[in-house]
């Protein structure tokens, strides 16, 4: 889908709409758009232009005044029809700052129900990469033998969120290369949305800083712990699944991008074709570590491709849309 973003001025979106400068300098400029509910209605005013309308589903942004910004697509050869992204340490070098904000935490539960071990960042990442902080505190309770209550959970996983997301807000970084491969996707037309396992104020905090979350709208960005009405964690698939839902999208029209196992997993249980992301791990953690989550994203999640680089994105798409 070949996106057209077309700013107009009018009370309401039920009028009709006549494009207004700048023009896209790919689409032709004798073109009137009449929108009404779910969909506008695209057609030439031009005699040396086919005068047959197009449905085009559409989204609708407001700005100040009366003003707003019609987002539409026009129909293209694009197989897939959505990109779902993970977020954490996959646009955003974000886990291992998660991680040091969580780890003391984990270490006060521990030593509040005299548990004598204790994690640092890079051990914590090792058991729980890829986990939300609730189900972390669920796979610490079977670990170490111990149980907590319910408010306990609730009110250490509020702690975990206001630290991670205070310190995400401060300095998180992109992965590298993600903003002009996802400046690529949006010229080619592909509609993109984020699907995390992470709480979503934690996630819009991280694209906030990295300047990410102009590629995408709220509702766009999917929690596994925050969006749906019983919290999950990947590898549940429930979060691709509700995600599709919203999307108006099956599963099998979709890729997604990841760069854990357990978010790998969730992917592959949705029935979602998968890139696997490996770059970070050369970055963090150096070349043996890259090929190891190689092997075992090809192997037991059974991505489709791997990407050691995102420079890659755009011949991984193809790969995938290859094989649709």
């Not at 205070?166 to 993600?178: A, F, H, R």
């Not at 590629?215 to 590898?235: G, L, N, R, Y």
């Not at 995600?243 to 249980?269: F, I, N, Q, Y």
């Not at 570590?289 to 994203?297: G, I, N, R, S, V």
């Amino acid at each position: 889908m070949r996106p057209i973003i077309i700013p107009a001025f009018a009370p309401a979106a039920t009028q009709n709409l006549a494009w207004v400068s700048p023009f896209p300098s790919s689409f032709p400029l004798h073109h009137r758009v009449s929108c009404s509910n779910n969909f506008c209605i695209l057609s030439s005013t031009s005699s040396s232009l086919s005068p047959r309308p197009i449905a085009l589903p559409h989204s609708l942004t407001l700005a100040n005044d009366f003003a707003f910004t019609l987002i539409a697509t026009m129909s293209s050869n694009n197989k897939v029809k959505y990109i779902l992204l993970d977020c954490d340490n996959t646009l955003c070098q974000s886990e291992r700052l998660a991680f040091e904000a969580c780890a003391e935490l984990t270490n006060e539960v521990l030593k509040k129900h005299d548990i004598p071990d204790r994690y640092d960042v890079d051990s914590l990442l090792e058991d729980f990469v890829g986990h939300n902080f609730r189900n972390m505190l669920i796979g610490l309770q079977k670990k170490h033998n111990f149980t907590m209550t319910a408010d306990e959970v609730d009110e250490y996983v509020a702690m975990e969120l206001g630290k991670v997301t205070q310190k995400l807000s401060e300095k998180c970084v992109e992965c590298p290369g993600v903003t002009e491969q996802l400046e690529w996707a949006r010229k080619q037309g592909y509609p993109m949305a984020v699907v995390s396992t992470s709480a979503k104020p934690r996630v819009i905090a991280s694209l906030k800083k990295t300047n990410l979350m102009r590629f995408f709208t709220d509702e766009k960005v999917f929690s596994a712990a925050s969006s749906m009405p019983k919290p999950s964690s990947k590898p549940d698939p429930a979060i691709y699944l509700w995600a599709c839902d919203k999307l108006g999208v099956k599963p099998e029209e979709c890729l997604t991008v990841e760069d854990s196992k357990s978010g790998a997993t969730a992917g592959m249980r949705a029935g979602i074709p998968l890139i696997g992301y490996v770059g970070i791990y050369k970055l963090e953690e150096g070349a043996a570590k890259e090929k190891q989550m190689a092997e075992t994203l090809t192997e037991v999640t059974k991505a489709e491709v791997i990407m050691y680089d995102w420079k890659e994105f755009p011949e991984c798409v193809k790969k995938i849309e290859a094989k649709l």
